[in-house]
């Protein structure tokens, strides 16, 4: 049995994490239509103005300003309307004095005009029309390349793509983007007692948890989880796992195995494939967890109980995917609550209370390292600094929420 040798605070687990973990470079190009939240690798520069020609911002008449000066209720200005030009239509004349043309929003301005008569602002009568209110040049017109010029960069590199920016993208008529691959993050789970869902459990042994639960958070941060599925407490089986993992993916997530137990083998093989970081934090739940590199690829060892695994996701492995591929950092919604009753803390250590909010109310449902329910009743957490001992009821604290959906 190995002990920990030194428990780090959870800001310098995750100054570690970030030092030693790198943004992905490699690129992939996908159509516009599968882009949505993937994270850019080169400017969009346009080819062209948007839009590319003068067109009516409103529905009315093209015509020539100088024509309804001095318009009013009561001294209209006549004009004879020479024609109808609908949305992707150029009327082929070229309007004269006392001349306008109809024209739809969004349509091109017709030759000759330089404003649009809004339509509330004027009366039809049979082939003329009667102006009340006077436009001057420009008016309800949007003038070509007044949204976006040719030669200007539409959307930069490292910026995620949102709805917005993919409509940007199809104004220029570019169809395809290159943006960074996801991360592929390898999920091992490990324990001989750890079973998939759906098979008959025999006395002593549970369900796999960890390994959807990681890869749920994994989804949801922009990396593509890779099940290698569940390991048994055993050596080999352990260093083969890590390593056709560190063949094919980019991060590598364990659960189980890294605590101080004669069947804990994650430090002891890690320490022979690699250099470990640090193992060992003081928070709780979640002591046991382990940060290592292994030919250049993090390697992130969880506790195996539920709630310590799910609960150090959050808290370290959703910041180092997001830096990997290349995402904002993670910035939980917070809001202030009162605790619904009082809190005694683990001394020595931060600790991560699970709360659900109830009338405004912070409820604590933290029951132990091995109830997921602890995560799956909760709607965010609040930290305890270490040093503090007791929360009282009433206390207000700042609760993290959960937002993946």
Known sequence: MTLFKRLIPRVEALRLIEEHIKPIGRTETLPIEEAYGRVLAKNIISPMDVPPFDRAAMDGYAVRAEDTYGASTHSPRRLKIIGVQGVGELHEAEIGSGECIQVSTGSPLPRGCD????????????????????????????????????????????????????????????????????????????????????????????????????????????????????????????????????????????????????????????????????????????????????????????????????????????????????????????????????VVASTGREQVLTVRLIDGEAHPVFKESGAITSMSEADGYTLIPIGVDVLEEGEEVEVYLFEDI
Request: proline fraction near 8%.
């Open 115 to 342: 404003a649009v008569v809004m339509r509330e602002y004027a009366e039809a009568h049979g082939e003329y029309i009667e102006i009340y209110s006077p436009v001057y040049p420009g008016a309800n017109i949007s003038k070509r390349g007044e949204d976006i010029r040719r030669g200007e960069t539409v959307v930069e590199a490292g910026v995620q793509l949102t709805p917005a920016r993919i409509g940007a993208i199809a104004a220029i008529g570019i169809e395809r983007v290159e943006v960074y691959e996801k991360p592929r993050v390898a999920i091992i789970a490990t324990g001989s007692e750890v079973k998939p869902p759906g098979s008959r459990l025999k006395p002593g042994e549970i369900y796999d948890i960890n390994s959807y639960t990681l890869s749920a958070i994994v989804s949801s941060h922009g990396g593509i989880p890779i099940r290698i599925g569940i390991i048994p407490d055993d050596v080999e089986a352990l260093e083969k796992a890590i390593g056709e993992a560190v063949e094919g993916c980019d991060l590598i997530v364990l659960s189980g195995g890294s605590s101080v137990g004669t069947a804990d083998l994650l430090k002891g093989v890690v320490e022979k494939l690699g250099h470990v970081i640090f193992h060992g934090l003081q928070i709780k739940p979640g002591k046991p967890t382990l940060f290592a590199l292994i030919e250049g690829k993090p390697l992130l060892g969880m506790p195996g109980y539920p709630t310590s695994c799910l609960s150090n996701a959050y808290l370290f492995l959703i910041p180092a995917l997001r830096r990997m591929a290349h995402l904002p950092p993670y910035r939980p919604r917070t809001m202030k609550a009162r605790l619904s009753r009082r």
